[in-house]
């Protein structure tokens, strides 16, 4: 099972970021994919989620600026972050997550940096 991170990297406040996390080694079609973020002294928290059949699921930090979407062709998830903020300054992970069969994977992470 593989996670991969990409798209991440340093934007100045108001700009913007696409993630992309492809995936591989499991049904892709079958998990709940999200993706958090964990500042440095800070827990981690869940960004975005979606099962890519109800509408997707938001923190209300990120509401109205973040969109999560998936490609269950392209095993891959994104997270399109707009008018970025330096508090969305972070380590971002995607998480695949089945529940029925107890499962629970995870990215190895990706910096996203948001300063002038």
């Known amino acids: 099972v593989r996670l991969v991170e990409s798209g991440g990297g340093l934007v100045q406040p108001g700009g913007s970021l696409r993630l992309s996390c492809g995936a591989s080694?499991?049904?892709?079609?079958?998990?709940?994919m999200s993706w958090y973020r964990q500042a440095p002294g800070e827990e981690r928290e869940l960004v975005a989620g979606s099962n890519g059949e109800n509408p997707p699921y938001y923190a209300d930090f990120v509401k109205g600026r973040f969109t999560i979407s998936r490609d269950n062709t392209k095993n891959t998830v994104y997270l399109q972050m707009n008018s970025l903020k330096p508090e969305d300054t972070a380590v971002y992970c995607c998480?695949?997550?089945?529940?029925?069969?107890?499962?629970?994977?995870w990215g190895k992470g990706i910096q996203i940096t948001v300063s002038s």
């Open positions: 080694g499991f049904t892709f079609s079958g998990y709940y």
């Open positions: 998480n695949a997550k089945n529940w029925r069969m107890g499962v629970d994977y």
